[in-house]
């Protein structure tokens, strides 16, 4: 089962993967990191596709795809 994982001390919270994943499952964490940023969060597991399209719309990295 594909799936992905947030580096949250890395996400900046741009939101740019929200809008690429065709699943529309990644949302925003409600609680800061130790930046203040609002990191980005895999919302349903079941439905992640594994296509890479968050990971390579992310200009921080902050995106690891594993299938």
């Known amino acids: ?3 992905i994982v947030v580096k ?3 996400c900046k919270g741009c939101r ?3 809008d690429e994943c065709p699943k529309k ?3 925003i964490e ?3 990191n130790s930046h203040g940023y609002y990191p980005a969060v895999l919302l349903d597991e079941s ?3 594994g296509c890479s399209m968050c990971a390579l719309i992310c200009p921080d990295v902050a995106i ?3 299938k």
């Open 16 to 18: 740019l993967c929200l």
């Open 30 to 32: 409600e609680n800061a």
């Open 8 to 10: 949250r001390e890395v």
């Open 25 to 27: 499952i990644i949302g």
């Open 1 to 3: 089962m594909a799936k």
């Open 64 to 66: 690891e795809v594993y």
């Open 47 to 49: 439905k992640c596709l």
